[in-house]
């Protein structure tokens, strides 16, 4: 499936990179520095520390070679990379499971490439979904059908609750306003409260991120 109008997709185009030796990258601090340059990563000699910190969850070196080679074609076009991988170690360190949540990424692509899109949207939102990561879930596991609306209105107020009030990098509020000059949606703020206006994006938006393997 392809991603909306106007958002190209994460997957980087052409063949599937190489996998990636994830031991090379704990062990090898150059190899690591260089698999961050080769992620667009701002700091690359920061990737071995990030690594690290994620193997110490408890995920296996295949599991942490598949996860670094997904990420080798997903981070460069995300924004802010090195921010989006330090929210990714965080996830997986408030997690009740984080080999599952790993293997989850072994055998669902597009859970990983969703979240990573959640990230990128904007710190905020990555530490919404990291206070509770049983939002994410539910919110994946919805895949956008209009039955789910309910599920994820109920989902989403819970999960804002405790942030009310909060403005970060907000389009037209404490970030530039441009209007699109033919929108994929319109959703009417004035109709609806802050979790049914989320809900119809999460409902239209999660459908159009997930890719064809391969």
Do not use: N
């Not at 991988?85 to 859970?111: E, I, K, M, N």
């Amino acid at each position: 499936m392809t991603a909306p109008r106007g958002q190209p997709p994460l997957r980087a185009g052409g063949a599937d990179p190489p996998l990636v030796d994830a031991r090379r990258l704990l062990d090898d601090a150059a190899a690591a520095t260089a698999w961050g340059m080769t992620c667009g990563l701002l700091q690359p000699e920061d990737a071995g520390r990030l690594l690290r910190g994620i193997a110490e969850q408890g995920i296996t070196f295949d599991l942490l070679g598949d996860l670094c080679t997904r990420l080798t074609a997903l981070l460069p076009a995300v924004s802010d990379p090195d921010r989006v991988l330090a929210a990714l170690g965080r996830l997986l360190a408030a997690v009740s499971s984080p080999l599952s949540t790993a293997t989850l990424f072994q055998r669902d692509p597009g859970a990983l490439e969703t979240l990573l899109r959640i990230f990128s949207a904007g710190p905020h939102l990555a530490d919404v979904v990291i206070a509770d990561p049983a939002s994410w879930e539910e919110v994946r596991l919805g895949q956008g059908k209009p039955e789910s609306m309910q599920a994820l209105r109920a989902t989403l107020d819970g999960a804002l609750a405790g942030h009310r009030g909060w403005v970060v990098w907000l389009t037209g509020i404490d970030a530039p306003y441009e209007a699109p000059a033919a929108p994929d949606i319109h959703v009417r703020t004035a109709e609806g409260g802050l979790s049914d206006c989320v809900a119809q994006i999460l409902v239209y938006l999660l459908p159009r991120v997930r890719l064809a393997a391969g």
